[in-house]
């Protein structure tokens, strides 16, 4: 059995596979095959003098059981963020101001207008959609709370968290508990109140109510843990540059300078959504059709360093989102010193800017001084701030997140089906990744590790009794 990409999802799906087929069978042989020297996929981390900087996600939620067990097989215990971290900043006007959930803090933010405010407060008098039909998540957010908190609130939320355009990201499919609180109270102020009481694991509408986290060391900490301790082959520099079937049950996989294909009964794609649409051109082309219309705008991830100036100017906490419109060309800031301990120099700060995503496309293929400049002069502006950055460091990914836009559901679906017409009891195609239901690194980490049980599983059923 194969698993092609070596991100958080494709080790999962090794760990997965081995461990199921070694229960079932008492023997397993499962390789993960990954193109970059290193596995990780976009959980990097680089380490610059005192400065420890996430080049891709600065932590995962707390949500999924399955990022302990996969911790214990890493050999590795989760560091929970700081408090700071439940202090968040929306900027508006130019000023960066915290949004508080007690109502009369909230208003006094000045956030929304008074008139927002009396719509936003009505929200549980509108009646609520009762039906699955396709809605984005800015018609929901203006339907509900009114067109202005979907403006000023929502779509700064959508942007700074995917990189994405809540005008064109469908509800369901990037924010499938929005809806499902609606249909079970009706009213999203309602469901904050009653989670609240209850203090429901699931999280309200704000999303999962669960604590920030990452590894001693930084994120790529958890990859590199799961391959140092792999119980399966892991080969790195092998890109995979092509799937074939090559009879019943079986599949070759054509490495890029290897004269000889490398045959597998099972094959779990765990690589990007691009990457993977590529692989299944030839077994699956309309599959691959479709894998390949999902978008996947480039992000800028910029890493500014500051001495004390702007540790006392820049207000503590999480960081802050910006809304399109409002000034900045930057999505928003991270301050990664005020969540981890050992992200910066004592008396330092350490700062993460995004910048591109849907919205702002060609933002991420700017030349690095650039984006640099771009990141500070959007942070000088806000704070004030006189001294230059004593880091810069600039990290582009071309093809970042998934973006869920309207018919994502109806195309997801499309994708399984034709997977599902690869298996048999002799194996078959399945996807890993974040590509379908679920952009998170926990997420990712699910899918991969369901998607890696199930190709074992349909190489060795189940024995009777």
Not at 397 to 408: D, K, V
């Amino acid at each position: 059995m194969a698993v092609i990409g070596g991100g958080i999802s494709g080790l999962a799906a090794a760990w997965a596979a081995h461990e199921e087929l070694a229960a079932r069978t008492g023997e397993a042989d499962v390789v993960l095959l990954e193109g970059e020297p290193t596995v990780g996929g976009k959980a990097r981390t680089r380490r610059l003098d005192e400065w420890t900087l996430e080049t891709g996600p600065t932590g995962f939620l707390d949500a999924e059981p399955l990022m302990d067990e996969l911790a214990a097989r890493a050999g590795l215990e989760k560091v929970r963020a700081s408090g700071a971290a439940r202090r968040r900043f929306l900027v508006r006007r130019g000023v960066a101001r915290q949004v508080r959930t007690h109502p009369l803090a909230f208003a006094l933010s000045r956030v929304l207008s008074p008139a927002g405010l009396l719509r936003l407060a009505a929200e549980p008098w509108v009646p609520p959609r009762r039906d699955d039909d396709d809605e984005s998540v800015w018609d929901f957010a203006a339907r509900r709370l009114g067109s202005e908190a979907a403006e000023r609130l929502v779509a700064p939320m959508v942007s700074g968290v995917s990189a994405g355009d809540a005008r064109a990201l469908s509800l369901p499919a990037a924010f499938p508990r929005m809806r499902e609180l609606e249909r079970e109270h009706g009213s999203l102020l309602r469901a904050a109140r009653a989670l609240g009481r209850t203090g429901s694991a699931r999280g309200g509408p704000g999303g999962p109510a669960a604590p920030l986290c990452s590894f001693p060391g930084g994120m790529e900490a958890l990859p590199a843990g799961l391959a140092r301790r792999a119980p399966f082959r892991l080969r790195t520099g092998a890109p995979v540059a092509s799937i074939a079937a090559a009879g019943p049950g079986s599949w070759r996989l054509a490495i890029a300078g290897e004269a000889e294909p490398l045959r597998a009964e099972a094959v779990v794609l765990a690589a990007d959504a691009p990457s993977s649409a590529a692989l299944l051109a030839g077994p699956l082309p309309a599959a691959a059709l479709d894998l390949a219309a999902i978008p996947c705008p480039g992000v800028a991830v910029v890493g500014l360093g500051y001495g004390a100036e702007a540790a006392r100017r820049i207000p503590p906490g999480f960081g802050g989102l910006i809304g399109r419109g409002d000034g900045p060309r930057s999505l928003g800031y991270a301050l990664d010193s005020h969540l981890f301990a050992d992200r910066g120099p004592r008396g330092g700060l350490l700062v993460r800017v995004l910048l591109g995503g849907a919205t702002d496309p060609q933002a991420a293929s700017l030349p690095p001084e650039a984006l640099a400049e771009t990141a500070h002069a959007d942070l000088a502006r806000l704070f004030a701030l006189d001294a230059p950055p004593l880091l810069r460091e600039v990290v582009r990914w071309p093809a970042a997140i998934p973006q869920y836009e309207l018919g994502h559901r109806e195309r997801a679906a499309r994708i399984e089906k034709a997977l599902a017409s690869t298996r048999s009891p002799a194996g078959g195609l399945f996807l890993a990744g974040n590509a379908l239901d679920g952009i998170a690194f926990a997420r990712a980490a699910v899918r991969g590790w369901n998607a890696g049980r199930d190709a074992a599983r349909s190489l060795a059923p189940a024995t009777p009794g």
